[in-house]
């Protein structure tokens, strides 16, 4: 299995506090991904990162910010949560070089409750 | 913008049975398709990549063809087991490396 973990893995809080999840990679692989799972609308992109200090917004940013000062961290923030923003969070990562090897590799997923 | 389908939404075999899962795209114009495994509570496997360049990708049981052209996949999966009882999500690179999934089809493979 790929090294990738997730901090915390399950968290409670309420609406309007701010949330940080972390993710961790042992890999050394150039892209990080952060997407959440919702019943119905399957996974979806929240932000990615291409490298250290270099991200860029996925199909539902809104509310969300990341940051990655290290290749082995990423972190996604919740600037101030919502109870929209309850879900399954999951970090995934990639090498990044086009071709075989390409596939990307998920992390065990945070549930976040938001009251 | 991109849409994967997957369908059906669920699926129940008796143990031993060939099945077959079916995944369209929207816009043909990918990079690659992905087929994921999940299981209850937990995070996605990867089980094949095909590049747009190919055809199919085999793994163990597991066959993934491809036809860019039409838009659509399929992941074919031989002699079945309650093993393989698991979300099976397909999922394509449209060029930022980030993928756009579809819902899954759920299926349970009965004893």
């Known amino acids: 299995d790929a090294g990738i973990t997730q901090s915390p893995r399950h968290k409670v809080t309420e609406t309007g506090t701010p949330v940080t999840l972390r993710c961790h990679q042992t890999?050394?692989?150039?892209?990080m991904y952060w997407y959440r799972q919702d019943p119905g609308h399957g996974l979806r992109l929240i932000h990615y990162?291409?490298?250290?200090?270099?991200?860029d917004k996925g199909e539902v940013s809104d509310g969300y910010s990341v940051s990655r000062s290290k290749t082995e961290d990423f972190l996604l923030t919740l600037e101030s949560a919502t109870s929209s923003q309850t879900s399954v969070y999951f970090c995934a990562i990639s090498e990044g070089q086009r071709g075989p090897r390409e596939t990307q590799y998920f992390g065990p997923g945070t549930r976040l409750l938001v009251l | 913008k991109q849409e994967v389908t997957q369908i059906p939404a669920a699926l129940s075999v008796p143990e031993g049975e060939n099945l077959v899962l079916n995944c369209s795209f929207t816009d043909s114009a990918i990079y690659n398709l992905q087929w994921f495994r999940q299981d209850p509570g937990k995070g996605l496997t990867s089980l094949l990549l095909i590049q747009s360049s190919q055809r199919e990708q085999t793994s163990g049981r597991l066959n993934a063809s491809l036809d860019k052209s039409s838009g659509r996949s399929t992941l074919y999966i031989a002699a079945s087991q309650p093993g393989d009882s698991a979300t099976y999500l397909c999922a394509v690179d449209t060029g930022r490396r980030a993928l756009t999934f579809g819902s899954g089809t759920r299926l349970q493979v009965q004893p």
């Open positions: 990162s291409y490298g250290v200090k270099d991200t």
């Open positions: 890999e050394n692989h150039r892209y």
